[in-house]
């Protein structure tokens, strides 16, 4: 297992955050309690993506000293895949600024192909599972954004 974390800020308070990260999986949920996301990485030089759609699972938790809300999050690919499997966290902080905050995404990934997997992994599968950890992160700040600019705009803030 190899860790992954990133942090990434977004434009709007912390509690904006906080609601928009379970407001994103909550609208994607289907009835068995997960939800199922393509996610993709783009090849190096070119314009071609690798995609592979995974189930995702994510609950809302407190941190190990029960001082934060966060939500727990898993992924795993659906069918053969060389996409890696993800067990981590996504936690929204404040910053200095109120109208700022960071979500920070925390965990570790499994490369696929058992014991062949960690030649793979030094190859090419690290940059892959940073990348599609990275995109699921910047598509929850859009949304998030998109979101809180939304309500800015329909209570006259903007």
Not at 54 to 79: F, I, K, M
Request: proline share 4%.
């Amino acid at each position: 297992m190899k860790e992954l974390r990133e942090e990434i800020g977004v434009d709007c308070s912390v509690e904006w955050a906080e609601s928009g990260l379970r407001a994103f999986f909550e609208a994607r949920q289907e009835a068995d309690g997960a939800t199922r996301m393509r996610l993709r990485v783009m090849l190096d030089g070119s314009s071609l993506a690798l995609e592979r759609e995974v189930r995702v699972t994510a609950r809302s938790d407190r941190d190990d000293d029960n001082l934060n809300d966060l939500l727990r999050v898993s992924w795993q690919p659906e069918g053969p895949a060389v996409f890696p499997k993800f067990e981590g966290t996504l936690i929204a902080w404040g910053d200095e600024d109120p109208a700022r905050s960071s979500i920070e995404r925390r965990g570790h990934y499994t490369p696929p192909l058992g014991a062949a997997g960690q030649v793979f992994d030094e190859a090419i599968g690290y940059r892959i599972a940073q990348a599609t950890a990275h995109e699921l992160l910047r598509d929850i700040k859009r949304e998030i954004e998109a979101r809180a600019a939304f309500s800015r705009q329909a209570s006259g803030e903007v």
